[in-house]
């Protein structure tokens, strides 16, 4: 059975490269815009691992994460952040809420994949 | 190109200069106080910064040197090796050729790499090749305690195969479970690359269920590995390296390949910035076939290559080796490019790049580098193949067109290329090269040929390649080409050694004259100097025939002194100075902002004040424009310093090669002096200092006979006195043959006054005054005295001599500080003004008509004990003898009159009025004046009227 991984990022664009990319590698991708729009679509879906942008309008990466973390529910799913170099501060933010994973932007796509295959194999 | 650029550029070269005068002066600190470890280290970051900078300059050559230069460096600082004078001599050879290339490359020409000055400085480096033997059972005996003993004997073989063994712990936290970053991904990951994998899953650390918590991180697991990936590998197969920890347990190859860190961060640095301008570079060449392109990526994998050398990358080498060749091929034109051309050149580059970032702390083999080395050399060989025909038309084309007489040197040197080439065929005969070799030897010899135009030669060579166009269709073939190299290597053989024949068989041929031959065996000179001298060849026929750089590299290689006499335009100023500028700038405004104000009161009727306050702005001008002048003057000062610690390495040579001991010391080198009279200076004194080397300070024998102490001394000093700098070169030697000179003197019929007097001494600037035999043994080379003289002299100084046998002598400059600015007399003549430099002014006087005296056609008068010769300025100036103004000698008016000196004679001068005296700023004679020679220059007054600064010593002259 395929991984589903949710995508988080409020660029189209960019959902739409990272969905091709894992799709290509045989994940099954759901998008989301912002955390709301993310928190939404995760109930009742058994997801195996995060990709959240961090900057977001409605709700943004932190919080998603917080919120993420905060439910048993759906605490053990991995979070890869995707930040910028200028985001540092967020990143650590991201990480003290439970986040370990990041990848900075911008990336390629092949080492999306390099990094989910790291994450959850 | 990018005017931002330009600058930095052009203040880089001020930069490389600065440094490698300050290396210069360091090594010669550093050659008499060998232990002083921090001047070594300062040489060491000078050659360093050089290396770098020249690097990102796009300046491999220089750089290349400059790496060369600092290993050695970097042995004799960490105390490797002890400095010797060999080795000094070597790095100031080193220095001196890096000053060459950086002149070339200002003009932008370029130096090519001197490859014996390479190999000189290697042959103080111990050799790089030393192997040691792998001594893998050491190894795994000290880390036994790291293994446990159960796998201990499934492990060694591993070791003995070269594989890297590492001990890998997990260092999860209980958060990261909990999160849902599970471990069992890295662990899977890690048992897929390894060759051998054992966990050890230290079961006594998990607790019982009861107590068992669902989050929590109880698998503190060992895991032991045999793998091919490096420790950095290994840590990147996680998403974050810290979660676990990688333990080298052994590590065949990079205790074999150790590198140094330092080394290696330098290297990757600066090979990553050459590699990352190598794309854009790539690609130009491949849009635009831009030659320059080209050469630039064959100087970049050039430089690398040498460096990889350096650091000991050497699994790259043959990928650089090959990559060299192609570009190399392609430059020569031996290759034509194709449209896999620039692919496989960025594939290259980008392995190479690759593999730099890849390597850490030891040498790997990437598989990849592997794969694009073989590539690239079939790729290579395969081109080559196909091109023997076009260039084959080629030669039919090219050696219709003119053929220029050529000088044996040159054509020697093409002989010592043809006996290069000759190696391979003979290898090829005895089946130790494959025909690719053979092939593009054949393509060298033709090329050589084309500008050697032997006949006998084209038609051995045609018929090889004729050969080559259906080589494996026809088995025959092997044995006529073999027979065909017999004859290219028979005659090749005919002409090593013996280059008479070359020439015999040239005016055979009728392409030379035997008048040409003989001409060129006189000129024993180098070949660039033929080239450049002779003119019989011109440049585009080079082209054809060789690589252009390699040849002009040649001519250039006669002895440049471009350091010494190098003239440049720019000159650096202490910030100190521009500050001052800033803030005179500033006050100037002020003032003018001033007047502005001043004249609304003007307009308000409000003269009186407005008056007073006009005359006060007057003077806070007048200060301002003082300080300005005085500011300007010293902008342009710069202390003798430098100057001064050029001669450290003339004195240090000279002494060397005569095998005396001396000493320079200097004094008074934070004097300042006018660049431009620094500059001018710098020749004469060069003369002057070797002189007193060369005839002044006697041999150590001599010396100790004296009772002298061995080591001969040279003061060079330097003093301000008014606005003159007095310049004192002073030996302790034998001092000048004061006897000799007063007969020689009296010889030549020069009138002196006595033998004691000190101004005898002056005869020996005389042009045609042959010192030679009297004062020394050794005669003087270059430029006489005569010409130190007359440099001295255009620069407004003069030189005294003072000398005492076997006590020394002592050469004292008197120059002018600054050039431009002089105070001047004004003098009145008819409407006229005139200036008179006051440095001619001896005094003024007024006299009455009725004291002058006739004296045969013109009039004299006493002054202080002398009769002086007396004129009119006007008459003297007024070239119609007719109109001459004659002197009213019953006048009751006095006269007024200026006394000047010249060199030798005193004159005075009748004008009409003396006016004030003035500085001046003067400027040069416009070029449609300058052949009026009693001008010296010209100079606007106050009042925009122009003054003419008459030259005394012509004036006098006529």
Known sequence: MPKKLLIVDDAESMRGLISITLKSNGYEVIEASNGRDALTKMSGQKIDMIISDLNMPIMDGIEFIIQVKANAATKMIPIVMLTTESDQEKKEKGKQAGAKAWMVKPFKPEMLVDVVKKVIG | MDKNFEFYRNQFFHEMRDILEHVNQDLLVAETDVENVELLNSIFRGIHTIKGSAGSFELPEISELAHHLESLLSLLRDKKLTLNSDMVDVILDTVDSLFEMLNSREKNEIQSLNQELVQRIKKFLPSTTKVETVKTTVKSKKSDSLIPDSIQSELEPFINSHKNVYQVQLKYTDDDISNGYDPLVFLKNLKKVSDYYYANPAMDKIPDIYNFELYKFYLRTEIYIATNLSKEEILDLTFDPELISVQVIADVESSQNKLSPELLDEFKTNSLELLESLESLIIEYEKKNSIEALNKI????????????????????????????????????????????????????DEIKHYVLSISDKVKESKNVLAITDEIKSYIALKLKKQ?????????????????????????????????????????????????????????IIKVNEFLKISELDSVLSKCQEIFIDFEQNPENEILLKKCIQKVIDFISGLEGNSKKLGEILIEEKKLSPDDINHALQLQKLLGEILVDSGKV????????????????????KKSEITKNFDSNTMRVDEKKIDLFSNLAGELIIARNTYEYLLTLWDNKNYEESLKLFKDNFHVFSRISSEIQTAVTNLRMTPVKGLFQKFYRTVRDVSHRQKKTIELLTKGEETEIDKKVSDALSDPLLHMIRNSCDHGIESIEERIQKGKPEKGTITLEAAQRGSNVIITIRDDGKGLNRKAIYDKAIQQGIKVNSIEDDSLFQCIFLPGFSTAKVITDVSGRGVGLDVVMTSIKELGGNIEIHSQEDIGTEFVLTLPMSMGITNALMVKVGDSRYAIPLENVLETVKIRPQKLKRIIDGYGFYFRGEVLPLETLENILNTHKENRKQIDLEDTNELSVVVLKSKNEKFAFIVDALLKNMELAIKTV??????LRYIDGVSILGDGMVVLVLNIEELIGE
């Open chain 2, 388 to 444: 023997i025909s076009p260039i084959k038309l080629n030669t039919g084309s090219d050696s219709i067109s003119g053929n220029p007489k050529l000088s044996t040197s040159i054509l020697n040197n093409f002989v010592q290329k043809l006996i290069q080439y000759k190696e391979t065929l003979v290898f090829y005969k005895e089946n130790k090269v494959d025909i690719n070799e053979l092939v593009d030897s054949i393509q060298k």
């Open chain 2, 926 to 931: 416009p070029d449609t004046f300058s052949h």
């Open chain 2, 538 to 557: 011109n440049e585009e026929d080079i082209e054809h025939a060789l690589d252009r750089q390699e040849l002009m590299s040649i001519a250039k290689n």
């Open chain 2, 298 to 349: 064959f100087r970049i994998i050039h430089t690398i290559k040498g460096d990889i050398d350096y650091v000991g990358i050497v699994f790259i080498k043959p990928l650089l080796i090959e990559f060299e060749n192609l570009l190399d091929y392609l430059r020569k034109g031996n290759i034509i490019k194709d449209k896999k051309t620039a692919d496989i050149i960025l594939r290259a580059s």
